[in-house]
C-alpha cells in the first residue's frame, strides 16, 4: 500500500481521501452512512475504511497495511472488533437483531486498539422500530464506537438516523475506469470489456457479474440480432420473439440495455459519423446502416420506447405485453 487507494476498490479517490484524512486527523465521525446502488462498492469501502482503523502499521498512510494482523484478521472476517450486522429474516432487519447485535455488546470497550466499528448493510430494511432502538445508541455514543451504515435507498430511513450520520455517496464510475478494470483485472478482451463496461453503467459490481456470467455474450448477440432484424419480422415472427424472451425472465434486463446501448451508438453515429467511439465498434456495417434507414425522431421513439419497457416491467407489468409493445414499436421507426 502507499496511502492513495483502499484494497479492492476502482476509483472513489476523493472519497477514500476524505476518509484518509478523517483517520489521519483523529476526526472520524460516530457514524457514517455510505449510499449507493447495488454493486457499487459500499461494503467493500467500508470494510477497507474500518481495516485502516484498525490497522497497527504506524504510518498512518500505509493504513491498511494488508500485513499486520489486525489487517489480516479483518480481512478474514475474525476479528472481535469488527462486526458485521446480520439479520435471517432476508426482507428487514428486525429490532431484535438491533438490540442483540448492537445495544447489548456496544458498551463493551475495544479488545485491542481504540476503536469498535460496526457495519450495517442494507440499512434499509431496519423496521421503524429497529431504528430507534438504534437511535437511542446514535445519539450517545460511546466514544470507541463508529458506525458504518449502508443504504440503496437512504430516504427509507428515519430523518433522525439520517441527521445522525455523515453522509458518504458513491457515484457511477467512469466508463473508461470500468473498461481498464475489466481489461486488467478480469482479463476480458477489449471489445468485449468495452460493451461490459458500458452495460454495467459505472458499476463495478454489475461488470464483475457480466464477465462472470457463461450467457453475458448470447444475450449480447441475441440483443444484436433483434437490432438486425426486427423491421422485417412479420407479427407472427415477433410473438414467437416476445415468447421466447419472456420464458428467459433473468435475462430480459440484460437484453434491453445492450439493445439501448447499440441504439445509443446509432444515434450517435447518425449525429458524428465517428466510429472511434462506439461501444459496438465491431458492429459498424450495423450501425452505418441503421442510421442510414432510422430517422433522428425514429431513434428517439425507440430509445424511449426500451427505457418505457425497462419501466413497465419494474412495475410488474406483463413481460410478453411490454415486449410487444416494445418490439412493434421498434419495427415501426425502423421503417419510418
Not at 494482523?69 to 435471517?88: K, M, Q, W, Y
Not at 450467457?215 to 421466447?244: P, Q, S, W
Not at 458524428?272 to 431513434?299: C, H, P, Q, W
Amino acid at each position: 500500500m502507499t496511502g492513495t487507494g483502499f484494497p479492492g476498490i476502482t476509483g472513489c479517490g476523493e472519497i477514500i481521501g476524505q476518509l484518509r484524512k478523517a483517520g489521519e486527523n483523529g476526526r472520524v465521525s460516530h457514524a457514517y452512512l455510505i449510499t449507493g446502488e447495488e454493486g457499487c462498492g459500499k461494503r467493500t469501502l467500508s470494510k477497507a475504511f474500518a481495516m485502516m482503523l484498525l490497522c497497527e502499521e504506524t504510518d498512518p498512510e500505509n493504513r491498511p497495511c494488508m500485513k499486520c494482523s489486525s489487517c489480516l484478521r479483518a480481512d478474514a472476517g475474525n476479528h472481535p472488533d469488527l462486526i458485521f450486522v446480520t439479520h435471517e429474516n432476508p426482507r428487514i432487519i428486525s429490532v431484535g437483531d438491533i438490540r442483540s447485535q448492537v445495544r447489548d455488546t456496544v458498551d463493551i470497550r475495544p479488545y485491542e486498539g481504540g476503536k469498535k466499528i460496526y457495519i450495517l448493510p442494507e440499512a434499509e430494511k431496519m423496521t421503524v422500530q429497529a431504528q430507534n432502538a438504534l437511535l437511542k445508541t446514535l445519539e450517545e455514543p460511546p466514544e470507541y464506537v463508529v458506525f458504518l451504515l449502508l443504504s440503496t435507498n437512504p430516504d427509507i430511513l428515519l430523518t433522525t438516523i439520517r441527521s445522525r450520520c455523515l453522509r458518504i455517496s458513491m457515484s457511477p464510475l467512469p466508463d473508461s475506469v470500468v473498461e481498464q478494470y475489466v481489461r486488467e483485472e478480469l482479463k476480458i478482451p477489449d471489445y468485449e470489456a468495452k460493451v461490459i463496461a458500458a452495460y454495467a453503467q459505472g458499476n463495478i459490481g454489475r461488470a464483475k457479474k457480466a464477465a462472470g456470467e457463461e450467457n453475458f455474450a448470447e444475450i449480447r448477440d441475441r440483443a444484436l440480432a433483434l437490432v438486425k432484424g426486427i423491421g422485417r419480422m412479420n407479427a407472427a415472427a415477433i410473438r414467437e420473439i416476445v415468447k421466447t424472451v419472456a420464458e428467459q425472465k433473468n435475462d430480459i434486463g440484460k437484453l434491453l440495455d445492450i439493445m439501448l446501448i447499440c441504439y445509443r451508438d446509432i444515434l450517435y453515429y447518425k449525429a458524428a459519423a465517428d466510429i472511434d467511439r462506439l461501444v459496438f465498434s465491431n458492429e459498424t456495417g450495423l450501425i452505418r446502416e441503421k442510421a442510414a434507414s432510422i430517422s433522428y425522431t425514429g431513434l428517439t421513439d425507440i430509445i424511449e420506447a426500451i427505457e418505457k419497457c425497462g419501466t413497465r416491467l419494474r412495475a410488474n407489468v406483463s413481460a410478453e405485453l411490454s415486449l410487444e409493445l416494445l418490439l412493434y414499436a421498434i419495427r415501426e421507426n425502423s421503417n419510418a
